[in-house]
């Protein structure tokens, strides 16, 4: 009887730890991480998407939420961004939301790349017909005659990416072309009807419901969403990001530009200061790299450098005007044609333009000002400032009183007087022979004069 009990507590003890043992479920499920992209799509757009795909995979993100509202950008960001959504292995959702936002131009591109295309009620999408964005420099040089051919180029090209886009993820590949074609728009409901998108969303906790559950196909692989119970990472644009959107607005490059010609400007007249040449240095590289992400027309840069050498080179030639208002003429019209596209964010204020020539011209006036004052100024140097200045005998020669020394703008003389010279005399400059100076007493020249 003992023996029996025994063995049913150790079959009890056996089966308790055999229960402890398994599984009390599924592991917890993977966050799920939240971007968000409220403005033109540009470099600084795509360095933070990129960034962010790499970290959340690094992280163990099962899905990465991108809030969208954007009215578009440039050509070459968006490709970017795309190539790196395709290739990504945690799949991603593009969500347009808060009610009144729109997935235009690029956005529209980025929706259908995604792996899961959502948008909240009162937003649209479309109008994804390109702009003058990202031309090769080839297809630039070519004559006006050959621009017709050139937009079709683009717009057929558009049109073949965004439909191979569309068959990668199922979704309307007709509507999509005549998005770009035609630049059409649709509402939420609207793209959910003709399949455009694949749900509609009040807001991000009923999207996660909706994803809960479905298996999404990511860089080849087949991926479970488990989203009900998911946490959230709101993963914000860090500092670099934030400086690149900055620098990358072509008004703040104008900007920088004209503070590093300026800059090194004053450090070059004014050796020694070294406050011009670091800010100039610095704010005139800030320029440079921002430029190089951007489309730029290098005619545009020529123009705003020579109108700013002509503005300078107002100051030192006798030129009444002509080669500054010249100047201000290309500085206006480089800065008008400096940025190379029509994207939506990416054009540069007229108002600012025209700040900037005002202050260019403020600059030069008080240049040319300063310069008409230093040529009406009496000269108070060489000869002119020796001749008719009074000095003071700190020495006499004892072998001969009509000679001595005086000290005259910083500088030890030999002087010759007519009449004997005593230590401490005031004496008036009359001439220069050489290094030796012709003095009268300065009593005898007053009454000369």
């Not at 990472?233 to 490059?253: F, K, Q, S, Y």
């Not at 005086?406 to 010279?421: D, I």
Request: proline content about 5%.
């Amino acid at each position: 009887m003992i023996t029996r009990c025994c063995r049913g507590l150790l079959l009890l003890l056996l089966l308790l730890l055999m229960l402890g043992l398994a599984p009390s479920g599924q592991a917890a499920p993977g966050p799920v991480w939240v971007l968000s992209i409220d403005d033109a799509i540009g470099p600084a757009s795509a360095d933070y998407l990129i960034r962010s795909l790499d970290q959340a995979q690094a992280q163990g993100a099962q899905l990465v939420v991108i809030r969208l509202d954007t009215p578009g950008g440039l050509d070459g960001a968006m490709r970017q961004m795309i190539k790196a959504i395709l290739a990504s292995s945690v799949p991603v959702a593009s969500f347009v939301a808060p009610s009144g936002a729109r997935a235009a131009s690029a956005g529209t591109y980025i929706l259908y790349a995604s792996h899961v295309a959502v948008m909240a009620p009162g937003t649209n999408l479309g109008a994804a017909t390109p702009v003058q964005i990202g031309v090769a420099k080839d297809d630039r040089a070519k004559p006006a005659g050959d621009e017709q051919t050139l937009a079709r180029k683009q717009v057929n090209d558009a049109a073949a990416y965004i439909r191979g886009l569309a068959q990668l993820r199922g979704r309307n590949a007709d509507w999509a072309e005549q998005a770009v074609r035609e630049a059409v728009s649709l509402s939420a409901s609207e793209a959910l009807r003709l399949k455009v998108i694949d749900q509609v969303a009040n807001d991000l906790p009923e999207l996660l419901r909706q994803l809960d559950g479905q298996t999404l196909v990511a860089a080849g692989q087949p991926r479970q969403l488990h989203t009900a119970g998911a946490s959230l990472v709101e993963h914000l644009p860090d500092w670099r990001t934030r400086l690149l959107a900055v620098i990358t607005n072509p008004g703040v490059a104008l900007i920088l530009i004209m503070i590093g010609v300026y800059g090194l400007l004053f450090e070059f007249m004014s050796p020694g200061s070294a406050v011009g040449g670091v800010v100039g240095g610095i704010c005139l590289l800030l320029a440079l790299y921002a430029l190089q992400l951007l489309p730029v027309n290098y005619a545009g840069v020529a123009l705003i450098l020579l109108g700013i050498a002509f503005m300078i080179g107002e100051a030192f030639l006798p030129s009444f005007g002509v080669v500054g208002f010249g100047g201000i003429v290309a500085f206006v019209v480089g800065a008008v044609i400096l940025i190379d596209t029509d994207a939506p964010g990416f054009g540069i204020p007229l108002g600012l333009i025209g700040a900037l020539a005002v202050l260019s011209a403020v600059l030069l006036g008080g240049v040319l000002g300063m310069a008409v004052k230093a040529r009406r100024r009496a000269l108070v140097s060489g000869d002119a400032g020796l001749v008719g200045s009074l000095v003071t005998v700190t020495q006499v020669m004892a072998d001969n009183p009509f000679c001595g020394s005086v000290q005259a703008q910083g500088e030890q003389w030999q002087v010759q007087c007519a009449t004997p010279l005593q230590t401490g005399q005031p004496v008036r400059v009359i001439a220069r022979r050489g290094v030796t100076l012709e003095v009268s007493a300065a009593a005898a020249a007053a009454q000369g004069e």
